[in-house]
């Protein structure tokens, strides 16, 4: 996420030469000064079933609006930065002694909106004559963000749908809704409704393609809310005319603060309308798994050159995808790991998928949904000779499953590390 970062310095100092605004100029007085940065520190998303990072756009800290008022009412100032700026040089103004209270907002003041993250913070100083008062003031998101994930067979089985988000407030409910007139899948997954912090309302309704009926309507409260927090909307459609939120249903991917939350929905009616021109749904077969150099899956001496580059076949689309390691080499593992867990999770930590893309190139593009996957262990397996102990084995075993639930046969690739490590032949 963005930070816009406003210092403030109060000192007790008349400066000459400098161009200032002089107010409530009775005895002796203090400087206030003002300088704007901005860190492009990236907002990292994280989405249960597959994670991405997503810098969000810098906001334009010229068009915040700048508010200090002192707690007497006797004084206030309200402009944006580039005012304050181009009328107080060098961010200088000078401020009589007492409590006053400083707000910075990028301006928008709607409940919900389509693209409009709200950045603000607010902070109470004293300016004391012959002190300085320095002070940090960061600007965060204060409203929240929610998108729409529509799985290929709800798009198929609904021929027209909507999602319905309201979020409840003291002055009055405010409501964003997502369509199948929103055009494709592709701009329905782009647009971002933004809604100030409060208690969400979710629903969901649509009409059957096969028959033209409606579809139950499905509501869901999401009530743990707070300023920063990415609500995504997982919606799936299982059976013939059916659709339900997937897995937990609606998950709450909370930015900065890293608190997913799982919000079980009951799903539409499960009963399918029988179709007789509709042929059965085919066999989608179980995930599979070559490796061309060594088809047997024999035990390999790990020696310069060794190709272990593995061939991946998953129709169903890949869920989940965990490297399971030997004993031997858990404790480097669990070093990289979030948790220090001993394994590999190469779909939800982040921290593993990002040191590990360099030496497992298809981390780039993420497993999540991949159908197939060139998957080379071959650098990994080198590292083995710096940190292993020779005449030792160490086993390797994938464990991974599609979107049907199937699994990946059980395979154990083992590497053994020879007493002295040479060229294969």
Request: charged share 20%.
């Given at each position: 996420?963005?930070?816009?970062?406003?210092?403030?310095?109060?000192?007790?100092?008349?400066?000459?030469?400098?161009?200032?605004?002089?107010?409530?100029?009775?005895?002796?007085?203090?400087?206030?000064?003002?300088n704007v940065a901005c860190d492009e520190a990236e907002f990292t998303e994280k989405e249960y079933g597959a994670l991405g990072t997503k810098a969000s756009a810098a906001p334009d800290v010229n068009d915040f609006i700048i508010s200090i008022v002192k707690s007497t009412g006797s004084y206030s100032l309200e402009s944006t930065v580039s005012e304050f700026l181009a009328q107080n040089a060098d961010g200088i103004i000078t401020l009589s002694p007492g409590v006053y209270t400083v707000s910075v907002t990028s301006g928008s003041?709607?409940?919900?909106?389509?693209?409009?993250?709200?950045?603000?913070?607010?902070?109470?100083?004293?300016?004391?004559?012959?002190?300085?008062?320095?002070?940090?003031?960061?600007?965060?998101?204060?409203?929240?963000?929610?998108?729409?994930?529509?799985?290929?067979?709800?798009?198929?089985?609904?021929?027209?749908?909507?999602?319905?988000?309201?979020?409840?407030?003291d002055d009055g409910d405010a409501s964003l809704t997502w369509s199948s007139g929103d055009g494709d899948q592709t701009a329905i997954e782009a647009k971002e409704g933004w809604f100030a912090v409060g208690p969400l309302t979710v629903v969901v309704q649509g009409v059957?393609?096969?028959?033209?009926?409606?579809?139950?309507?499905?509501?869901?409260?999401?009530?743990?809310?707070?300023?920063?927090?990415?609500?995504?909307?997982?919606?799936?459609?299982?059976?013939?005319?059916?659709?339900?939120?997937?897995?937990?249903?609606?998950?709450?991917?909370?930015?900065?603060?890293?608190?997913?939350?799982?919000?079980?929905?009951?799903?539409?009616?499960?009963?399918?309308?029988?179709?007789?021109?509709?042929?059965?749904?085919?066999?989608?077969?179980?995930?599979?798994?070559?490796?061309?150099?060594?088809?047997?899956?024999?035990?390999?001496?790990?020696?310069?050159?060794?190709?272990?580059?593995?061939?991946?076949?998953?129709?169903?689309?890949?869920?989940?995808?965990?490297?399971?390691?030997?004993?031997?080499?858990?404790?480097?593992?669990?070093?990289?790991?979030?948790?220090?867990?001993?394994?590999?999770?190469?779909?939800?930590?982040?921290?593993?998928?990002?040191?590990?893309?360099?030496?497992?190139?298809?981390?780039?593009?993420?497993?999540?949904?991949?159908?197939?996957?060139?998957?080379?262990?071959?650098?990994?397996?080198?590292?083995?000779?710096?940190?292993?102990?020779?005449?030792?084995?160490?086993?390797?075993?994938?464990?991974?499953?599609?979107?049907?639930?199937?699994?990946?046969?059980?395979?154990?690739?083992?590497?053994?590390?020879?007493?002295?490590?040479?060229?294969?032949?």
């Open positions: 996420m963005k930070k816009i970062l406003l210092t403030f310095a109060a000192a007790a100092a008349v400066l000459s030469g400098c161009n200032k605004t002089v107010v409530e100029t009775s005895g002796r007085e203090g400087i206030l000064r003002l003041t709607e409940k919900a909106a389509w693209d409009q993250p709200i950045y603000g913070a607010t902070k109470e100083f004293t300016i004391v004559e012959d002190v300085v008062t320095p002070i940090d003031l960061v600007c965060r998101l204060t409203n929240m963000k929610v998108t729409v994930k529509l799985s290929d067979v709800f798009l198929q089985e609904l021929k027209s749908w909507s999602v319905v988000v309201t979020g409840a407030y059957r393609n096969n028959d033209g009926s409606d579809a139950a309507r499905v509501t869901a409260e999401i009530t743990d809310v707070a300023a920063a927090d990415h609500h995504i909307l997982n919606i799936n459609a299982r059976v013939n005319g059916s659709a339900d939120f997937s897995d937990g249903g609606i998950t709450v991917d909370t930015g900065v603060n890293e608190k997913p939350v799982d919000i079980e929905i009951p799903g539409f009616d499960e009963t399918p309308i029988e179709d007789p021109d509709d042929p059965e749904d085919p066999v989608i077969a179980a995930p599979s798994m070559t490796w061309p150099t060594n088809p047997t899956f024999e035990t390999k001496d790990i020696v310069d050159g060794l190709d272990v580059t593995l061939n991946i076949s998953v129709p169903g689309k890949i869920e989940t995808f965990v490297v399971h390691v030997s004993e031997n080499f858990q404790p480097l593992v669990s070093i990289i790991t979030t948790g220090n867990v001993p394994y590999l999770d190469l779909i939800n930590d982040q921290a593993v998928i990002d040191m590990l893309k360099g030496a497992i190139p298809a981390l780039a593009d993420g497993l999540y949904g991949q159908t197939d996957v060139t998957f080379s262990l071959s650098s990994l397996i080198q590292l083995i000779t710096s940190v292993g102990t020779p005449g030792q084995d160490y086993v390797f075993t994938l464990s991974l499953t599609d979107q049907l639930g199937q699994e990946l046969p059980e395979q154990p690739l083992t590497f053994h590390l020879p007493e002295t490590t040479s060229s294969e032949e």
